[in-house]
């Protein structure tokens, strides 16, 4: 098996039959490869990035309907570059080639790809001069968003040019018959407004596709896997977090097996301003799913005394939360299957071929194997979005659908040093004061994350005539559509001023407030 579908993990929804058409995304390392295969799922068709050198084998088996070459950083002709098996264009797939995916099918097809030596960067106006199948329905000349060194001089014999611009002659070309598509451009970038228009004519003309990747349909074949794979008899577990993952996974999986789910909420005392009592009345209350509820506060704090390393940190309430789910867990032996809300993101960031472990994520193998469970993860093919969309549709609250990702370990990795009760504390109330204001503002929703840090520093301050030697807090607000790349948000200053305003006053023990405004990369999201 490659390492974007790990041994275990759940299988693609199309490697049954009444599956979901599928359209594989074939990453050469491109920067946009993860955002393809969104575009496509927006397009209601499922979609995987795989490598770029998955097995034709492999492919040819799980029957997709097309197949997507990927941008990627490099040059055709530098040495080592990637390349497809050419064996892939005798399967009978069709198959969209995109900026250097494009110019490797120019290349391996017979075309000439130039060595230009000029970069075409940014927003580019396309020239069509044949709309065909691919380009069906847009104007004459349309903005597209450009970022290449080398260029499609001729295409091969069989295709047809389709657009043009200033310095690529062969902007999209296409050989209709044998099912080949090109575009040296990003089709899916806002920066090409008609690129979504390029895509569906790939998937519903070229590929054939039916548009049934909705969030009712996942959610009845998500059911239909869970019993098929829990079986009639079996019990279930899960870690309960309180985020928007783990109650959608835990909703679906009770959906589909009812009472023999028990959810497993660890109260480590590193949530939000009353967060833990919210979760607790939610699932006894309204969602009526079996809960037990931990309280251990006190319990993490005395294994983080003295600790300042943030790996260290995440390990820590990592292992003892494991601890405390072993605990409980024990306590459940008839239990044989442990539920996760693994996302797909999740699976890429922590380590594939083509993304570089950043930091560890604990959905992803958090918990161990010895502990003798069978893996239930009904989220690890989807992305963020469609996770929302989905608990949007089982009627989730919206306090819960939009709740912004949270850490798991919490406020731990939020405060910049030691960890202790009245830092945590400290934290918890600037933190909230933070999340009304910006819900008060309309501004929660746009953003993907906003939250208070806490820096273990002190500096000097005037309140009331008198010198104060307190904590600074640290605003951080981002956009972002995956968060594997984010922008600092620009919030409003009079926002940010009655933040600031309320912080200070009503957190004694905060003098300072300052604003995050570096973007990822280079920086992180989170600053642990």
Request: proline share 6%.
């Amino acid at each position: 098996m490659s390492e974007w579908a790990e041994p275990g993990s759940a299988a693609s929804p199309a490697e049954e039959d009444g599956g979901f058409d599928t359209v594989l995304v074939l990453d050469f390392g491109a920067q946009y490869g993860q955002l393809i295969a969104r575009r496509v799922r927006e397009c209601r068709v499922y979609s995987e990035l795989v490598p770029h050198d998955l097995p034709v084998e492999e492919i040819a088996a799980r029957r997709p309907k097309g197949l997507i070459f990927s941008g990627g950083p490099m040059s055709v002709y530098v040495d080592g570059a990637p390349r497809p098996d050419p064996r892939l264009y005798d399967l009978g797939i069709p198959i969209l080639g995109i900026c250097y995916g494009a110019q490797l099918m120019a290349l391996q097809l017979g075309g000439t790809v130039a060595k230009t030596g000029v970069r075409e960067f940014g927003k580019t106006t396309l020239r069509v001069t044949s709309n065909g199948l691919l380009l069906d329905g847009l104007a004459g000349e349309e903005q597209c968003w450009m970022s290449h060194g080398d260029a499609i001089a001729a295409a091969p014999e069989g295709f047809s040019t389709l657009a043009a611009t200033d310095r690529a002659p062969v902007a999209a070309m296409e050989d209709r018959e044998r099912g080949f598509y090109a575009v040296q451009f990003h089709p899916e970038v806002v920066h090409t407004p008609r690129g979504i228009d390029v895509l569906k004519n790939f998937l519903y003309e070229a590929c054939d596709c039916t548009p049934n990747w909705t969030p009712a349909s996942i959610i009845e074949e998500q059911v239909r896997r869970i019993r098929e794979q829990v079986g009639l008899t079996d019990k279930a577990i899960l870690g309960l977090s309180g985020g928007v993952d783990s109650t959608v996974a835990a909703v679906l999986v009770h959906k589909a097996i009812g009472e023999r789910l028990t959810c497993v909420f660890v109260d480590q005392g590193m949530m939000r301003w009353k967060e833990a009592e919210n979760v607790i009345e939610m699932f006894t209350r309204h969602l009526g799913i079996p809960l037990v509820a931990i309280d251990a506060k006190q319990r993490f704090l005395d294994k983080l005394v003295g600790v300042t390393d943030p790996e260290q940190k995440r390990k820590i309430i990592g292992e003892e939360f494991i601890r405390c789910f072993e605990e409980e867990a024990r306590k459940h032996s008839d239990a044989r299957f442990l539920v996760q809300g693994t996302l797909y993101s999740d699976v890429i960031e922590s380590g594939t071929r083509q993304a570089a472990k950043i930091k560890s994520h604990h959905n992803v193998g958090g918990l161990p194997e010895k502990m003798g469970f069978e893996l239930v993860e009904p989220l690890r093919l989807l992305f963020k979005d469609e996770v929302r969309a989905i608990g949007e549709e089982l009627g989730l609250p919206e306090r819960i659908v939009w709740r912004q990702p949270f850490p798991g370990p919490g406020l731990g990795i939020r405060i910049i040093g030691e960890i202790t009760a009245e830092r945590v504390d400290i934290l918890q109330r600037a933190d909230a004061i933070l999340q009304d204001e910006v819900k008060k503002a309309g501004l929660y929703r746009e953003l993907w994350q906003c939250f208070a840090i806490l820096p273990v520093i002190r500096s000097v301050g005037v309140q009331g005539d008198e010198r104060t030697y307190a904590y600074p807090i640290a605003i951080r607000a981002v956009t972002s559509d995956d968060a594997m790349t984010a922008d600092w948000a620009r919030l409003p200053y009079d926002l940010l001023e009655k933040v600031s305003s309320r912080i200070i006053n009503e957190v004694p023990e905060v003098n300072r407030v300052v604003y995050d405004i570096s973007s990822k990369p280079p920086s992180t999201i989170e600053w642990e």
